[in-house]
């Protein structure tokens, strides 16, 4: 090997790590911009959740406070007790999902707790030490942080003054465990890589997804800090030793736990409480591996070209001229890259899109059919001065329109989480209801409808089990129009604690190769017209209510779909 050889490989090898550390300074300067702006971004939506629970339970305090039982209760009595009280503030808890709740005299003694079956119950416990009391007897509502006495469980504090004509009576306090934030914050898709915090004016960290930063502190506490938290038994026996936190700028600091620097964003949560949010920068930097083969297979590249140039060519312009035709195509090969990544994006948006407008067209056709029908009835009835069926029938089309209204904003968000307003609702009641959207299609059909055995009670969501009715049985008038006889049976029977309803029609079934994918996406036998998006949705909201939708021919002839669902909520058995 000569030496000119030698010294060519040498440079060449210098332009490659120089090459690579460009490209990994230029890729982790522009990760950690678009990181920052994600985690701000993440962050508002962790400190919008956390507030809106903090609402929510400072809401319930103020309903509490002015409850004329939480009254009474500080009233001057007897010793006679029947625990209604208890038993009140016990229903309160379990319904708000708070750890406990209790009633406190002016003295800080608790006379009324949602513990009071329990060996640790608070009742006859004095809290006059704790801050949430002595401030909260000033007459304003407070939220503080503290760790139980007896359960050691972290805690939110939200204490409200109970008054009776101006007349300061006492305190009531609701205590939620800090263990709630933590796991509801892995819902919220903040990233694998991210961390959370809460931090109080002190800067010890109260709830973290970290278990190591719980109770520990950002800065080294001093003498009269401790002293302070000390009197106020906040923190009880717990050291509080800092967690290895080092901040480096407004948003990076080292952290000991991770063995490495993290991107910070923080927000007031409230006045006493910040928030704050972290993203891991190894894992920025643990990214780069893969962009830097291909930076690096790209730059052997060039430098072959640029080898192959010079030991063939003599000439620098031809050389200038190479040299520049080979990254303008790296360029407009890396631009099309970029697109083609935009492109899946926007594509992947408009799917989702087409889905939900087709799902809208599906839902909400049924009732302006309905609607339809009424108006057309309203104007014969107008011709010939029947004025109070007119009124009828305007009266049902403003109901319909309502419904429809309530379906359009209902799906408008079909794409984001949604729970369930589950209560027990009637049966009869909401096939009355679905039976009256697709009336006008059974009366023009010449459908038959017979319903049996439909007086129990189901745990759903009435509006979207309402919904379900109207496509299964839509479905099943579609598939009676050849039929001479055209009937559909609906009757249900209940079994312990489950309510089997079978909805049956005398058509032609349900084609055999066609039961295994009924209820799969896109999936239709409609042909001109019909996305296959109802079933599969009908699927979809009878799951969520913990129940069963399936198909099957009837042995008698025609299609039936069975839909199994609880009578009461199954959590509470």
Not at 5 to 10: D, E, G, N, Q, R
Not at 215 to 223: D, E, H, I, P, Q
Not at 426 to 442: C, F, Q, T
Not at 541 to 546: G, H, L, N
Request: a neutral charge; one cysteine or more; hydrophobic letters at 40%.
């Amino acid at each position: 090997m000569s030496h000119k050889f030698s010294i060519k490989i040498l440079i060449y090898f210098l332009l490659l790590l120089c090459g690579l550390w460009i490209s990994y300074f230029l890729n982790v300067t522009q990760d950690e911009e678009r990181i920052l702006s994600q985690t701000k971004s993440n962050l508002e939506k962790l400190k919008g959740y956390v507030q809106a629970e903090f609402s929510r339970y400072q809401a319930i305090q103020s309903q509490l406070s002015q409850s004329p039982l939480v009254k009474l209760g500080l009233q001057p009595k007897s010793d006679d007790n029947d625990n209604e009280l208890d038993r009140y503030l016990q229903d309160i808890q379990i319904s708000s999902g708070a750890s406990d709740i209790y009633l406190l005299d002016l003295s800080g003694t608790v006379i009324a707790s949602s513990n009071w079956d329990k060996l640790h119950s608070y009742k006859g416990s004095n809290f006059a030490f704790r801050p949430y009391f002595y401030q909260t007897i000033k007459g304003d509502a407070n939220v503080s942080f503290a760790l139980g006495l007896r359960s050691k469980t972290r805690g939110f504090y939200f204490a409200n003054p109970v008054y009776e004509d101006s007349l300061l009576l006492g305190v009531v306090v609701m205590k939620v465990n800090a263990s709630k934030f933590e796991s509801d914050k892995a819902q919220l898709d903040t990233g694998t890589n991210s961390h959370f915090l809460i931090a109080d004016s002190n800067n010890i960290v109260l709830a973290s997804n970290v278990e190591q930063w719980r109770l520990g502190t950002l800065l080294a506490l001093s003498s009269t800090q401790r002293e302070q938290i000390t009197v106020a038994r906040q923190f009880e026996n717990e050291p509080l030793k800092p967690i290895g936190w080092r901040e480096l700028s407004d948003n990076r600091a080292w952290s000991v736990t991770h063995q490495g620097e993290v991107l910070v964003q923080q927000q007031v949560l409230l006045p006493q409480y910040t928030l704050y949010l972290l993203y891991e920068v190894a894992a920025i930097k643990s990214a780069q591996w893969g962009r830097l083969g291909i930076t690096a297979l790209i730059l052997i590249i060039i430098f072959a070209v640029a080898e192959y140039t010079l030991s063939n060519l003599t000439g620098y312009r031809q050389l200038l001229y190479s040299q520049r035709t080979l990254e303008a195509e790296v360029a407009y090969r890396r631009q099309e890259l970029e697109h083609a990544q935009d492109a899946l994006i926007r594509a992947a948006k408009l799917a989702t899109i087409g889905q939900l407008s087709a799902s809208i067209n599906h839902e909400i056709n049924q009732p302006l059919s309905a609607m339809s029908a009424y108006v057309a009835s309203a104007k014969r009835l107008a011709q010939k001065g029947e004025v109070q069926p007119v009124v009828e029938n305007m009266v049902l089309i403003q109901s319909l329109i309502t419904r429809v209204h309530k379906i359009v904003a209902q799906l408008k968000s079909f794409s984001q989480h949604h729970d369930n307003k589950m209560l027990t609702t009637s049966l009869k009641h909401s096939v009355d209801n679905a039976l009256v959207i697709v009336g006008p299609e059974l009366k023009r059909t010449g459908v038959e409808v017979q319903c049996e055995g439909l007086a129990c009670n189901i745990w759903v969501d009435p509006f979207k089990f309402e919904q379900v009715l109207v496509n299964i049985i839509s479905n099943a008038c579609q598939a009676l129009t050849e039929q001479h006889q055209k009937r559909i049976k609906i009757c249900a029977q209940a079994h312990e604690s489950k309510v089997q309803l079978s909805i049956i029609d005398n058509g032609e079934g349900i084609k055999q190769h066609a039961l295994s994918t009924i209820f799969e996406p896109f999936f239709t036998t409609k042909s001109g017209n019909g996305l296959g998006l109802g079933l599969s949705i009908s699927k979809q909201i009878i799951e969520s209510f913990q129940g069963q939708l399936s198909a099957h021919n009837h042995p008698q002839g025609g299609a039936e779909f069975l839909i199994s669902l609880y009578m009461k909520n199954p959590q509470h058995d």
